[in-house]
């Protein structure tokens, strides 16, 4: 995708210097956080295992090496780290094969970007055979590039993803504006030295410097991330 995107230093709007917007996909686009975890419920069920309420709020938003690794240890399941890493991604593949609601103000958010010739990347914890599904509902068009957790060394927490989103699109990770839900994007994007807005989906993320926190992406609009970059 042919994409033009602003030399450094350039403002794109009055007062900012917004470069690129880079957005998390489960939870923050797309409504799944509840998918994966029912998908793991389900598959550990399978296993002869029931998952404790309170460990949802541990795995999610996490690379699934960790969350699926924290699964088998806290059950104690006869299963490999690889072999529920295949049972989790078939399972929810089929799970999102049925629906897959958008998060409320994402496809107005994502159509206002790309008239606007924004830069923008999907940056996804989850791996390029989920992302691939994904975009079929979000719309490949709506961004120049994506960046999948299986395709980094070290995915969310660490900045490594939006740091390679960020060279990707051309643009300096100060003035860009990322979208999360988690606590562990959140990490991974100020560890970027992005400037970040939080959409809590399943546990509550408090406000901080160069974070801004909203009840939901209705409340995003391109006025709004161009505020948060400014000099």
């Not at 069920?45 to 996490?62: Q, Y």
């Not at 709506?142 to 660490?158: I, Y």
Request: with cysteine; charged share 20%.
């Amino acid at each position: 995708m042919t994409t033009t995107i602003p030399a450094l230093g350039t403002r794109t709007a009055e007062g900012s210097a917004l470069q690129a917007v880079l957005l998390d996909m489960d939870g923050t686009l797309v409504d799944t956080e509840g998918f994966w975890w029912d998908v793991e419920v389900e598959v550990f069920r399978s296993l002869g295992h029931t998952l404790d309420e309170s460990w949802r709020h541990v795995v999610v938003g996490g690379p699934m090496s960790r969350s699926a690794g924290f699964l088998i240890e806290a059950t104690g399941a006869d299963i490999t780290l690889a072999e529920l890493s295949v049972l989790l991604n078939d399972g929810f593949e089929a799970m999102i094969g049925q629906a897959l609601p958008l998060m409320p103000g994402a496809a107005r958010l994502l159509g206002e970007l790309a008239a606007h010739g924004v830069p923008t990347a999907l940056v996804s914890a989850s791996h390029r055979r989920i992302i691939d599904r994904v975009l079929t509902s979000l719309g490949p068009q709506h961004f120049a590039l994506t960046v999948a957790g299986d395709e980094v060394e070290r995915t969310k927490p660490f900045p490594d993803p939006y740091l390679l989103a960020a060279a990707g699109l051309g643009a300096d990770p100060g003035r860009c504006a990322v979208v999360e839900d988690t606590a562990t994007g959140v990490a991974a994007a100020e560890a970027a030295g992005c400037h970040v807005v939080a959409v809590p989906s399943v546990a509550p993320i408090a406000p901080a410097v160069r974070r801004t926190v909203v009840t939901s992406l209705e409340e995003v609009d391109l006025p709004f991330l161009h505020g948060l970059v400014t000099f």
